[in-house]
Protein backbone atom coordinates (compact mmCIF):
# COMPACT_ATOMS: atom_id res chain seq x y z
CA UNK A 1 0.00 0.00 0.00
CA UNK A 2 1.06 3.34 -0.41
CA UNK A 3 3.96 4.89 2.16
CA UNK A 4 2.59 8.60 1.99
CA UNK A 5 -0.85 9.74 2.61
CA UNK A 6 -1.21 13.72 2.38
CA UNK A 7 -3.31 15.44 4.15
CA UNK A 8 -5.58 17.75 3.05
CA UNK A 9 -6.28 16.52 -0.54
CA UNK A 10 -7.10 19.66 -1.45
CA UNK A 11 -6.11 23.53 -0.64
CA UNK A 12 -6.84 26.97 -1.59
CA UNK A 13 -5.91 30.00 0.12
CA UNK A 14 -5.12 33.64 -0.66
CA UNK A 15 -2.23 34.82 -1.89
CA UNK A 16 -0.17 36.16 1.28
CA UNK A 17 -1.27 33.24 3.43
CA UNK A 18 0.76 30.49 4.66
CA UNK A 19 0.28 27.10 3.61
CA UNK A 20 0.41 23.72 5.72
CA UNK A 21 0.45 20.32 3.99
CA UNK A 22 0.85 17.56 6.04
CA UNK A 23 2.17 13.30 5.36
CA UNK A 24 1.45 10.56 7.12
CA UNK A 25 3.89 7.27 6.41
CA UNK A 26 4.26 4.03 7.60
CA UNK A 27 7.10 1.98 7.95
CA UNK A 28 10.55 3.56 9.27
CA UNK A 29 12.57 5.45 6.87
CA UNK A 30 15.87 7.28 5.94
CA UNK A 31 14.55 10.53 5.16
CA UNK A 32 11.75 12.18 3.84
CA UNK A 33 11.26 14.45 0.41
CA UNK A 34 8.86 16.76 -0.45
CA UNK A 35 8.19 17.68 -4.34
CA UNK A 36 5.99 20.09 -6.56
CA UNK A 37 4.35 19.05 -9.50
CA UNK A 38 3.06 22.29 -11.43
CA UNK A 39 0.36 20.97 -13.72
CA UNK A 40 0.89 18.77 -16.47
CA UNK A 41 4.96 19.09 -16.22
CA UNK A 42 7.20 16.66 -14.25
CA UNK A 43 7.90 16.97 -10.31
CA UNK A 44 10.21 19.43 -8.94
CA UNK A 45 12.32 18.39 -5.86
CA UNK A 46 11.81 20.89 -2.90
CA UNK A 47 13.75 19.47 0.25
CA UNK A 48 14.83 16.45 2.08
CA UNK A 49 14.89 15.98 5.70
CA UNK A 50 16.67 12.93 7.13
CA UNK A 51 15.29 10.67 9.67
CA UNK A 52 17.39 12.05 12.82
CA UNK A 53 16.46 15.95 12.07
CA UNK A 54 13.19 17.73 13.59
CA UNK A 55 12.68 20.82 11.39
CA UNK A 56 14.41 22.25 8.11
CA UNK A 57 14.02 25.51 6.19
CA UNK A 58 14.36 26.23 3.01
CA UNK A 59 13.41 29.82 1.62
CA UNK A 60 9.72 30.09 2.53
CA UNK A 61 9.70 27.03 3.29
CA UNK A 62 9.82 24.37 6.95
CA UNK A 63 9.43 21.16 7.03
CA UNK A 64 8.98 19.54 10.33
CA UNK A 65 9.34 15.77 10.74
CA UNK A 66 8.03 13.70 13.86
CA UNK A 67 8.85 10.35 13.35
CA UNK A 68 7.76 8.73 16.29
CA UNK A 69 4.32 9.84 14.78
CA UNK A 70 5.73 8.75 11.38
CA UNK A 71 4.65 12.40 10.03
CA UNK A 72 5.55 15.52 8.71
CA UNK A 73 4.69 18.99 7.31
CA UNK A 74 5.29 21.10 4.84
CA UNK A 75 4.62 25.04 5.47
CA UNK A 76 4.96 27.38 2.66
CA UNK A 77 4.78 31.21 4.04
CA UNK A 78 3.79 34.18 2.34
CA UNK A 79 2.43 32.55 -0.31
CA UNK A 80 2.24 33.17 -3.66
CA UNK A 81 0.25 32.23 -6.89
CA UNK A 82 3.06 30.80 -8.45
CA UNK A 83 2.79 28.19 -5.82
CA UNK A 84 -0.01 26.79 -7.13
CA UNK A 85 0.67 23.10 -7.57
CA UNK A 86 -0.23 19.86 -6.18
CA UNK A 87 2.46 18.75 -3.34
CA UNK A 88 3.65 15.18 -2.79
CA UNK A 89 5.82 14.06 0.26
CA UNK A 90 7.85 10.69 -0.61
CA UNK A 91 9.56 8.81 1.76
CA UNK A 92 12.35 6.09 1.72
CA UNK A 93 12.04 2.89 3.79
CA UNK A 94 15.08 2.16 5.95
CA UNK A 95 14.66 -1.91 5.04
CA UNK A 96 14.37 -3.12 1.69
CA UNK A 97 13.41 -1.42 -1.70
CA UNK A 98 16.02 1.35 -2.56
CA UNK A 99 13.22 3.40 -4.05
CA UNK A 100 10.84 6.37 -3.33
CA UNK A 101 7.50 5.62 -2.47
CA UNK A 102 4.87 8.63 -2.99
CA UNK A 103 1.83 9.40 -1.51
CA UNK A 104 -1.30 10.84 -3.07
CA UNK A 105 -0.54 15.02 -2.82
CA UNK A 106 -1.86 18.12 -1.76
CA UNK A 107 -3.24 20.22 -4.67
CA UNK A 108 -2.88 23.50 -3.58
CA UNK A 109 -4.71 27.02 -5.19
CA UNK A 110 -3.52 30.46 -4.65
CA UNK A 111 -5.89 33.13 -5.14
CA UNK A 112 -4.95 36.30 -6.08
CA UNK B 1 23.76 20.74 -18.26
CA UNK B 2 20.80 18.61 -20.03
CA UNK B 3 18.15 16.91 -17.09
CA UNK B 4 16.17 13.84 -17.81
CA UNK B 5 14.72 13.98 -21.17
CA UNK B 6 11.73 11.76 -21.96
CA UNK B 7 10.18 10.84 -25.33
CA UNK B 8 7.70 10.82 -26.51
CA UNK B 9 5.54 13.60 -24.78
CA UNK B 10 2.41 12.85 -25.83
CA UNK B 11 1.56 8.96 -27.71
CA UNK B 12 -1.17 7.91 -28.51
CA UNK B 13 -1.89 4.39 -29.28
CA UNK B 14 -5.06 1.67 -30.21
CA UNK B 15 -5.87 -0.99 -28.30
CA UNK B 16 -3.20 -3.91 -28.66
CA UNK B 17 -0.51 -1.89 -30.34
CA UNK B 18 2.46 -1.46 -28.40
CA UNK B 19 3.75 1.22 -26.63
CA UNK B 20 7.39 2.24 -26.35
CA UNK B 21 9.04 5.02 -23.75
CA UNK B 22 12.19 6.45 -23.66
CA UNK B 23 14.19 7.93 -20.75
CA UNK B 24 18.04 9.98 -21.25
CA UNK B 25 19.02 10.11 -17.46
CA UNK B 26 20.75 13.12 -16.64
CA UNK B 27 24.73 13.37 -17.70
CA UNK B 28 26.76 11.23 -14.94
CA UNK B 29 23.33 9.25 -13.63
CA UNK B 30 23.47 5.82 -13.55
CA UNK B 31 20.55 4.67 -11.85
CA UNK B 32 16.46 5.15 -13.59
CA UNK B 33 13.34 5.18 -12.07
CA UNK B 34 9.99 4.46 -14.05
CA UNK B 35 6.76 6.08 -11.89
CA UNK B 36 2.68 5.63 -13.46
CA UNK B 37 0.71 8.59 -12.47
CA UNK B 38 -3.36 8.69 -13.31
CA UNK B 39 -4.88 11.54 -13.17
CA UNK B 40 -5.58 13.34 -10.07
CA UNK B 41 -3.13 11.14 -8.13
CA UNK B 42 0.35 9.77 -6.80
CA UNK B 43 2.81 8.25 -8.44
CA UNK B 44 3.26 4.62 -8.14
CA UNK B 45 6.86 3.47 -8.26
CA UNK B 46 7.23 0.51 -11.26
CA UNK B 47 10.88 -0.11 -11.71
CA UNK B 48 14.73 0.45 -10.81
CA UNK B 49 17.12 0.01 -13.25
CA UNK B 50 20.96 0.62 -13.51
CA UNK B 51 22.83 -0.10 -16.30
CA UNK B 52 21.91 -3.71 -17.62
CA UNK B 53 20.22 -4.28 -14.77
CA UNK B 54 16.85 -4.21 -13.18
CA UNK B 55 17.22 -4.04 -9.46
CA UNK B 56 13.70 -3.40 -8.42
CA UNK B 57 10.96 -4.54 -10.37
CA UNK B 58 8.39 -5.09 -7.68
CA UNK B 59 6.17 -2.33 -9.34
CA UNK B 60 5.60 -3.72 -12.73
CA UNK B 61 2.49 -5.63 -13.62
CA UNK B 62 3.62 -9.24 -14.86
CA UNK B 63 2.59 -9.48 -17.64
CA UNK B 64 2.44 -7.07 -20.84
CA UNK B 65 5.24 -4.40 -19.45
CA UNK B 66 8.81 -4.21 -19.64
CA UNK B 67 11.89 -1.88 -18.58
CA UNK B 68 15.53 -1.90 -19.89
CA UNK B 69 18.54 0.33 -19.33
CA UNK B 70 21.04 -0.89 -21.74
CA UNK B 71 24.74 0.08 -21.71
CA UNK B 72 24.66 2.41 -23.98
CA UNK B 73 21.60 4.75 -25.04
CA UNK B 74 18.73 5.29 -23.36
CA UNK B 75 16.01 3.55 -21.08
CA UNK B 76 12.34 1.89 -22.73
CA UNK B 77 9.52 1.07 -20.76
CA UNK B 78 7.76 -1.27 -23.10
CA UNK B 79 4.01 -1.80 -22.53
CA UNK B 80 2.75 -4.45 -25.29
CA UNK B 81 -0.93 -5.01 -26.03
CA UNK B 82 -2.14 -1.63 -24.47
CA UNK B 83 -5.56 -1.55 -22.97
CA UNK B 84 -7.22 1.52 -22.08
CA UNK B 85 -6.24 1.34 -18.53
CA UNK B 86 -2.58 1.71 -19.42
CA UNK B 87 -3.88 5.34 -20.40
CA UNK B 88 -1.57 7.53 -17.81
CA UNK B 89 1.65 9.71 -17.51
CA UNK B 90 4.67 7.53 -17.25
CA UNK B 91 7.64 9.48 -15.48
CA UNK B 92 11.47 8.46 -15.50
CA UNK B 93 13.25 9.79 -12.84
CA UNK B 94 17.19 9.54 -11.95
CA UNK B 95 20.23 9.66 -9.36
CA UNK B 96 23.42 9.42 -9.65
CA UNK B 97 24.25 6.93 -7.24
CA UNK B 98 22.16 5.56 -4.04
CA UNK B 99 23.86 6.76 -0.55
CA UNK B 100 21.41 6.74 2.21
CA UNK B 101 19.61 8.84 -1.22
CA UNK B 102 19.16 12.14 -2.09
CA UNK B 103 16.59 13.81 -4.77
CA UNK B 104 15.40 11.86 -7.71
CA UNK B 105 14.93 14.35 -11.02
CA UNK B 106 12.24 13.91 -12.47
CA UNK B 107 11.22 14.39 -16.99
CA UNK B 108 8.55 16.01 -17.82
CA UNK B 109 6.75 12.76 -18.51
CA UNK B 110 5.30 10.84 -21.32
CA UNK B 111 1.38 10.85 -21.41
CA UNK B 112 0.21 7.69 -23.17
CA UNK B 113 -3.52 7.62 -24.69
CA UNK B 114 -4.83 4.42 -25.22
CA UNK B 115 -8.16 4.86 -27.58
Known amino acids: SQQGEEDPQALSIQEGENATMNCSYK?????LQWYRQNSGRGLVHLIL?????REKHSGRLRVTLDTSKKSSSLLITASRAADTASYFC????????????FGQGTRLTINP | NAGVMQNPRHLVRRRGQEARLRCSPM?????VYWYRQLPEEGLKFMVY????????ESGMPKERFSAEFPKEGPSILRIQQVVRGDSAAYFC?????????????FGEGSRLTVL
Open chain 2, 93 to 105: ASSPKWQNTGELF
Open chain 1, 27 to 31: TSINN
Open chain 1, 90 to 101: ATEAIRGAQKLV
Open chain 1, 49 to 53: IRSNE
Open chain 2, 27 to 31: KGHSH
Open chain 2, 49 to 56: LQKENIID
